[in-house]
């Protein structure tokens, strides 16, 4: 808004904002859903923008194609299916480092775990009884609805049923279970891929 000229009309009362959902155009303005019209000088069109998931990399799991909308979220931050990756995704009401930073201690103690262990591979996986469980949307429309997300919820992780398997933005619940997750549970699948190197 260059000068805030928007601004300085809104506090000087020569310029409202009104939000609703058009239901057409007309020779001096718009006419909303619910019949009010609302006269306007110039209109502009905004679409919004389109989701980029994952920074439109193209995964594969050995040589095949990896669809992220076909995997199933751990905790928001690692994919079934999905070897060796952890995804820092913060909070969307809240600020978005406090759950960077848990994510980061998170990665940091399961690296530990895998040297540990002598491993180089882990991923998650669905207990049995929750893997023809429905499926549910990375991001509960009661929540967060953005129609950026909306359009976007295809190509984003599902959810399965348990507080596990779902992307929450519920810092106070998150900063406990977080720090107490049983790195040798049932949702973790650990293995060695690299041949031990020889002197």
């Not at 909306?150 to 984003?156: E, F, S, V, W, Y």
């Amino acid at each position: 808004m260059p000068d805030g000229d928007l601004f300085a009309g809104v506090r000087a009362g020569m310029a409202d904002v009104v939000t609703g959902t058009i239901a057409r155009f007309t020779p001096n303005g718009v006419e909303m859903q619910d019949g009010t019209h609302v006269p306007a000088d110039m209109i502009v069109l905004a679409t919004g923008f389109n989701l980029c998931v994952f920074g439109d990399i193209a995964f594969s799991i050995d040589g095949k194609p990896l669809d992220m909308g076909d995997t199933v979220t751990w905790r928001g931050m690692m994919f079934t299916g999905v070897p060796n990756l952890v995804w820092v995704f913060g909070y969307f009401r809240a600020s978005w480092t406090l759950r960077s930073d848990m994510i980061s201690e998170f990665t940091c103690r399961l690296l530990q775990h895998m040297d540990e262990k002598g491993v180089d591979r882990v991923e998650v996986v669905l207990p049995p009884d929750l893997v023809d469980s429905p499926r549910g949307l990375w991001v509960d429309p009661e929540d967060f609805n953005p129609g950026y997300l909306a359009r976007g919820q295809h190509l984003l992780p599902k959810t399965a049923p348990g507080p596990e398997w779902r992307h929450t933005q519920d810092y106070w619940r998150e900063k406990d279970e977080i720090q107490r997750v049983d790195l040798d549970g049932p949702a973790f699948r650990y293995a060695r891929c690299r041949l031990p190197m020889t002197t």
